[in-house]
């Protein structure tokens, strides 16, 4: 079974610029998170999808930062315009089910410098 | 203050051991994750727990849910332990994890 792939692994932009991450959650995963690690600080939450639906997106720092999960299949993350403040390490992470508590698979991460 | 605390920050050790670190929350939680990261690389689930003891190798991780505290020991530490170590928990009302600032372990040869 394939795990969480995340696409782009690096991505270097300037100030002002649009970045679309990408994440692939294990097949058949309902929940999709979004995570990120910037620079010193510990692993925030962005937001959850249930499927196609958003499920929690309280962790969003802005309204730069638009996601989306097409057919409760993949999903995108996009920041538009990008800031400095926005560099870190973006993590992907799926789990199978709604009900009960299951392990969070994560994925590579996209590492984004903005410059 | 973090809800969740980890302790130590950093931490080296001479191959073969043990090593304790420890994790302190604040919030209810319907689970605890042990996390591991090595340099450049992804994120992997160690243990996920919601109480008492779990063993997986040279793992254990422990939990006392009235305390609110957790630790993750290594026995017979090993240079290919040197990661970043992550206590992450899932709060009862929530399903997304709050996670620790990380412990970033060294073992030398």
């Known amino acids: 079974e394939a795990g969480v792939t995340q696409f782009p692994s690096h991505s270097v932009i300037e100030k002002g610029q649009t970045v679309t991450l990408r994440c692939d959650p294990i097949s058949g995963h309902d929940n999709l998170y979004w995570y990120r690690r910037v620079m010193g600080k510990e692993i925030k939450f962005l937001l959850h999808f249930v499927k196609e639906s958003k499920q929690d997106e309280s962790g969003m720092p802005n309204n730069r930062f638009l996601a989306e999960r097409t057919g409760g299949t993949y999903s995108t993350l996009k920041v538009q315009p990008a800031e400095l403040e926005d560099s870190g390490v973006y993590f992907c992470a799926s789990s199978p089910r709604l009900a009960g508590v299951y392990e969070q698979y994560f994925g590579p991460g996209t590492r984004l410098t903005v410059t | ?109």
Request: hydrophobic share 35%; glycine share 8%.
């Open chain 2, 1 to 109: 203050k973090n809800e969740v605390e980890q302790s130590p920050q950093n931490l080296t050790a001479q191959e073969g051991e043990f090593i304790t670190i420890n994790c302190s929350y604040s919030v209810g939680i319907s689970a605890l994750h042990w996390l591991q990261q090595h340099p450049g690389g992804g994120i992997v689930s160690l243990f996920m727990l919601s109480s008492g003891k779990k063993k997986h190798g040279r793992l254990i991780a422990t939990i006392n849910i009235q305390e609110k505290h957790s630790s993750l020991h290594i026995t017979a530490s090993h240079p290919r332990d040197s990661a970043v170590y992550i206590c992450a928990v899932r709060r009862r009302s929530a399903r997304q994890l709050t996670f620790g600032s990380g412990t970033q372990l060294t073992v030398l040869p």
